[in-house]
């Protein structure tokens, strides 16, 4: 379980490193003409879009630094408690906007984020 729970947690916090910084740096018209899945941010003003990045970058930090260092651990199951608000949340803006099989996607990553915090918090913690 442990195993499991460390290989989602770098699998989520490589992701969320990298399309959170993409979301940092990149301007807000250039995010929304990679593509369909990048439409999105026509909802958001492009500071709003770059407060995403930003919070995905610092929970994918959260999702294994504290565990590596041995400082505070659990911040990890509330850095992926902290995805699975912000996939909510991208779930429900993309039910928005019918863009049905992104949804499956964002819904994806909730379920591998709650499977942190369960798994953390309970059967697998750091304290035990």
Known sequence: MNLALWTVAGILAAAYLLGGAFKVITPKERIAAVGHSGRWVEDFSAGGVKAIGALEVLAAAGLVLPAVLGIAPVLVPLAALGLVVIMAGAAI????????????????????????????????????
């Open 93 to 128: 803006t993309r039910i928005r906007r019918h863009e049905w099989k992104l949804v499956l996607v964002d819904l994806t990553y909730l379920a591998l984020a709650a499977f942190v915090v369960w798994g953390r918090l309970g059967p697998a913690s750091f304290a035990g």
